[in-house]
T-cell receptor, first 111, second 116 residues
């Protein structure tokens, strides 16, 4: 069964304290892996798409990487405004391009 | 970037009322639109997948007569919660996607529905 697991559930960091969020996935065939940011009371905001193992994408303090079993979202020197829930999703090659979302990691960055 | 507009952002109404939520893709033609429900501190729960010009595909456990979905054009899908009751109170979010290659979904800002 296709599955996406994110860890940790919640992460508390001090401003400037770099860390990584994990997304482990099991899927019959990967078409793409997506990272989103969701602020309270808002819809998810698209961040990155990764298509194949070894691929990396960067945007400001965020860097996403992909292996055959997992993806990491690295946050370098985070700021309080990076506080949000980060969602990982995978799109499989089967099932009509169905996208499966993880439960998310809630990130809190304290000044 | 791709923009999806969802309206209204918040609805408060009495039990028994039907509520319509609109989802528009503003700068691209969305072959497929999705409707999600999200409970506090939980992830997205897919309710249904909507393709332009055809009937929506509902996920298991979602009542199609309760949650009516219409995808009238490549830029507009609507969700109508019929005869809403307090247990239907939730955060509803739509998304839109081009079914070309491996495209991500782009989300609206959600609708907070409160049934009194």
């Amino acid at each position: 069964e296709d599955q996406v697991t994110q860890s940790p559930e919640a992460l508390r960091l001090q401003e400037g304290e770099s860390s990584s969020l994990n997304c482990s996935y099991t899927v019959s065939g990967l078409r793409g892996l997506f990272w989103y940011r969701q602020d309270p009371g808002k819809g998810p905001e698209f961040l990155f798409t990764l298509y194949s193992a070894g691929e990396e994408k960067e945007k400001e303090r965020l860097k996403a990487t992909l292996t055959k079993k997992e993806s990491f979202l690295h946050i370098t020197a985070p700021k309080p405004e990076d506080s949000a829930t980060y969602l990982c999703a995978v799109q499989a090659t089967t099932g009509g391009f169905k996208t499966i979302f993880g439960a998310g990691t809630r990130l809190f960055v304290k000044a | 970037g791709a923009v999806v507009s969802q309206h209204p952002s918040r609805v408060i109404c009495k039990s028994g009322t039907s509520v319509k939520i609109e989802c528009r893709s503003l700068d691209f033609q969305a072959t497929t639109m999705f409707w999600y429900r999200q409970f506090p501190k939980q992830s997205l729960m897919l309710m249904a997948t909507s393709n332009e010009g055809s009937k929506a595909t509902y996920e298991q456990g979602v009542e199609k007569d309760k949650f009516l979905i219409n995808h009238a054009s490549l830029t507009l899908s609507t969700l109508t919660v019929t005869s809403a009751h307090p247990e239907d109170s939730s955060f509803y979010i739509c998304s839109a996607r081009l079914d070309v290659s491996n495209q991500p979904q782009h989300f609206g800002d959600g609708t907070r529905l409160s049934i009194l």
